[in-house]
């Protein structure tokens, strides 16, 4: 069982910035890809940006050159700094967390942590 708290959302006037972390606790086998999902009112739910326990990133053509996704060396905390926010990155976030598992880590399953809103106002 993991569990996943995201923290660091607010309120923010267009052009500013945030940063929000994501922490994994429990009971831990490996943690695989660590995202950032959105999701806007009326909308349905996005992935902003991921990175791979490699450490490969991508992220979502809104974001790009804006966002920058991060890892920690004990590889279950992510962060995803956010600057020059516009309104339409309004919405809730949402981590994510893939989990290898079982023997030889064979297998995956994802968590979902509750999400932090991020309001950009303009």
């Known amino acids: 069982q993991v569990q996943l708290v995201e923290s660091g959302g607010g309120l923010v006037q267009a052009g500013g910035s945030l940063r929000l972390s994501c922490a994994a606790s429990g009971s831990i086998f490996s943690i695989n890809a660590m995202g950032w999902y959105r999701q806007a009112p009326g909308k349905q739910r996005e992935l902003v940006a991921a990175?791979?326990?490699?450490?490969?990133?991508n992220y979502a053509d809104s974001v790009k050159g804006r966002f920058t996704i991060s890892r920690d060396n004990a590889k279950n905390t992510v962060y995803l700094q956010m600057n020059s926010l516009k309104p339409e990155d309004t919405g809730v976030y949402y981590c994510?967390?893939?989990?290898?598992?079982?023997?030889?880590?064979?297998?995956?399953?994802?968590?979902w942590g509750q999400g932090t809103q991020v309001t950009v106002s303009s």
């Open positions: 990175i791979t326990s490699g450490g490969s990133t």
């Open positions: 994510n967390a893939e989990e290898a598992y079982g023997l030889g880590y064979a297998k995956s399953r994802d968590y």
